[in-house]
């Protein structure tokens, strides 16, 4: 599985930025996708996740209720529509995929892994 995530930029505080994930190669593998975020001096954090079939989103507690996200598996593509944007969301923010395996938040649990965008909040 290719997964390849785009949509990053700068954007103000308040603002709203929607992410895109490809998915390409045996996705009927899939179980689910994750999104992940990597601020600069931490450690990679979980986001949100979203199962393949059944489009069961999870939301880290922090972005609950300002970040959702969804997935078209016809297209092959998960979104991350991020809105009331925080200067704390800057970040490198990854797509990730995982067959049926732990409970989907931590990165361990996924076996593919997108490059990924810089989203940065800042005005």
């Known amino acids: 599985v290719q997964l390849q995530a785009s949509g990053g930029g700068l954007v103000q505080p308040g603002g709203s930025l929607r992410l895109s994930c490809a998915a390409s190669g045996r996705t009927s593998s899939i179980y689910g996708m994750g999104w992940f975020r990597q601020a600069t001096g931490t450690e990679r954090e979980f986001v949100a996740s979203?199962?393949?079939?059944?489009?069961?989103?999870y939301y880290a507690d922090d972005v609950e209720g300002r970040f959702t996200t969804s997935r078209d598996n016809v297209k092959n593509t998960v979104d991350l529509q991020m809105n009331a944007l925080k200067a704390e969301d800057t970040a490198v923010y990854y797509c990730?995929?995982?067959?049926?395996?732990?409970?989907?938040?931590?990165?361990?649990?996924?076996?593919?892994w997108g490059k990924g965008t810089l989203v940065t909040v800042s005005s």
């Open positions: 990730a995929a995982r067959h049926a395996t732990g409970s989907g938040h931590a990165d361990a649990d996924y076996a593919y």
């Open positions: 979203i199962t393949w079939r059944g489009g069961v989103p």
